[in-house]
């Protein structure tokens, strides 16, 4: 299994960035899709980004595509989630998340406790 924290998150003005952190620790990292999530008052958790276990192949959400960049350091056992070009409606908790495999219809199984980001008009 494998513990996941997130960090990094803070109040910013809109067209502001932030990076997000997510620490790992777990034996085999290094095997692990990431995926990086949100969710805003009222509304459902959404996909925000994911990243292959190499590192090789990165996916965005349409809402996002553009603006932010996701990346890993597998000897640092870390994920990161850079955020450009911030816009109010990216303010939620964020959340990382990890899954052996990257099959869409597999849900990821371990969770970080969330950052909260908010980003001002």
């Known amino acids: 299994q494998v513990q996941l924290v997130e960090s990094g998150g803070g109040l910013v003005q809109a067209g502001g960035s932030l990076r997000l952190s997510c620490a790992a620790s777990?034996?085999?990292?290094?095997?692990?899709?990431v995926g990086w999530f949100r969710q805003a008052p009222g509304k459902e958790r959404e996909f925000v980004a994911r990243?292959?276990?190499?590192?090789?192949?990165?996916y965005y959400a349409d809402s996002v595509k553009g603006r932010f960049t996701i990346s890993r350091d597998n000897a640092q056992n870390t994920v990161y989630l850079q955020m450009n070009s911030l816009k109010p409606e990216d303010t939620a908790v964020y959340y990382c998340?990890?899954?052996?495999?990257?099959?869409?219809?597999?849900?990821?199984?371990?969770w970080g406790q969330g950052t909260q980001v908010t980003v001002s008009s």
């Open positions: 998340a990890a899954k052996i495999g990257d099959i869409t219809t597999i849900r990821f199984p371990y």
């Open positions: 777990g034996r085999t990292f290094s095997s692990y899709v």
């Open positions: 990243i292959t276990s190499s590192g090789g192949r990165t």
